[in-house]
């Protein structure tokens, strides 16, 4: 898999620590794509000629809805970039290494109800823009049907787009590629985005199949900015904090497994298959995702006494 190219006033140096990175035995290739992150953001602003505390602070607040973990990981990858320029220029600002504070209480993801992702669908459509609508509906979409990360989504090329109702990952976390079967309606929905973006240049099989108004790849950034304002518009927010855009995920992970309740399927068994779907090693990884909804707990409720009933003989005691 091929590396991401950067275009800001910072390209060189972010080129640099990579080949030196990757000299000393370091892959670096995911830390690499956490340093793309930065590249767009430096690319927003002029006159930038080395690392300051504004800029650093500004792509800071840029964070502000990723969890702890992921937000110290593209610090950190920030900070040895600063470090590496420092070097050469010692004006460049360095920023303090981010501590990771503990929690006390269990991080608990936003799960959407099937009206909130209905009426965020509705909202998107709404955008200014043809093209920046049908992005945005095609994109939340497509994280609500699949269970895509956000970085996954928009790695995703023209030529990924498979007519056997099939995306073909290539850039999956931690180089891992899979494909992904889509459902029929996602499907479609996909096709008559790819139908109402091909007008736009570029068009080649590597080219981004989500584009922004400018005809270039989505920015996590801007996506994420403009999540929030759809959250606002349709007043949806947590109780426990800000309902995030990789909760969708959450979402995704907690209404197949809803489904599969409803359906009367053996959940162990299709457990190993979601994780696959999802793009996990492993279960445990997958039952990150899985939170115990209402619904849940009633289906989980519901099977239990079923079963409890079946075992019962007649003039047993309840």
Not at 45 to 67: F, M, N, W
Not at 189 to 196: G, I, S
Not at 251 to 271: K, M
């Amino acid at each position: 898999m091929n590396g991401p190219s950067f275009h800001s006033a910072l390209a060189e140096p972010i080129e640099q620590l990579i080949a030196l990175r990757q000299l000393s035995g370091t892959d670096y290739l995911s830390q690499a794509q956490l340093l793309g992150y930065f590249d767009r953001y430096v690319a927003t602003h002029s006159g930038i000629t080395r690392p300051t505390s504004d800029l650093i602070e500004g792509y800071q607040k840029t964070l502000v809805d990723l969890a702890p973990r992921s937000r110290s990981n593209r610090m950190c990858v920030v900070q040895q970039l600063c470090e590496h320029i420092a070097r050469n220029d010692p004006q460049a600002f360095v920023p303090a290494p981010m501590r990771m504070r503990g929690s006390r209480t269990t991080f608990k993801p936003y799960i959407y109800s099937k009206e909130d992702v209905a009426a965020l669908l509705l909202a998107a459509s709404k955008l200014s823009g043809v093209l920046r609508s049908a992005t945005y509906q095609t994109l939340l979409g497509l994280l609500y049907s699949t269970g895509l990360r956000i970085g996954e989504a928009m790695a995703l090329t023209l030529g990924d787009c498979f007519d056997d109702r099939r995306l073909w990952v290539a850039q999956g976390k931690f180089r891992k590629a899979r494909w992904v079967p889509v459902t029929s309606s996602t499907h479609r929905a996909l096709m008559r985005y790819v139908d109402q973006r091909r007008p736009m240049a570029p068009n080649a099989s590597d080219a981004p199949l989500f584009l922004n108004e400018r005809r270039r790849r989505l920015q996590h950034c801007i996506v994420a900015a403009t999540f929030r304002r759809l959250l606002h518009q349709c007043n949806i927010a947590g109780l426990d904090q800000r309902p995030r855009l990789h909760d969708l995920r959450h979402t995704f992970a907690c209404h197949r497994l809803l489904a599969w309740y409803e359906e009367g399927v053996h959940i162990n068994a299709c457990l190993p298959a979601l994780a696959t779907y999802m793009g996990h090693v492993n279960i445990s990884s997958t039952q990150v995702y899985l939170q115990p909804t209402t619904s849940l707990l009633q289906q989980v409720s519901d099977r239990f006494h079923r079963h409890y009933q079946r075992h019962l003989t007649p003039g047993d005691p309840l």
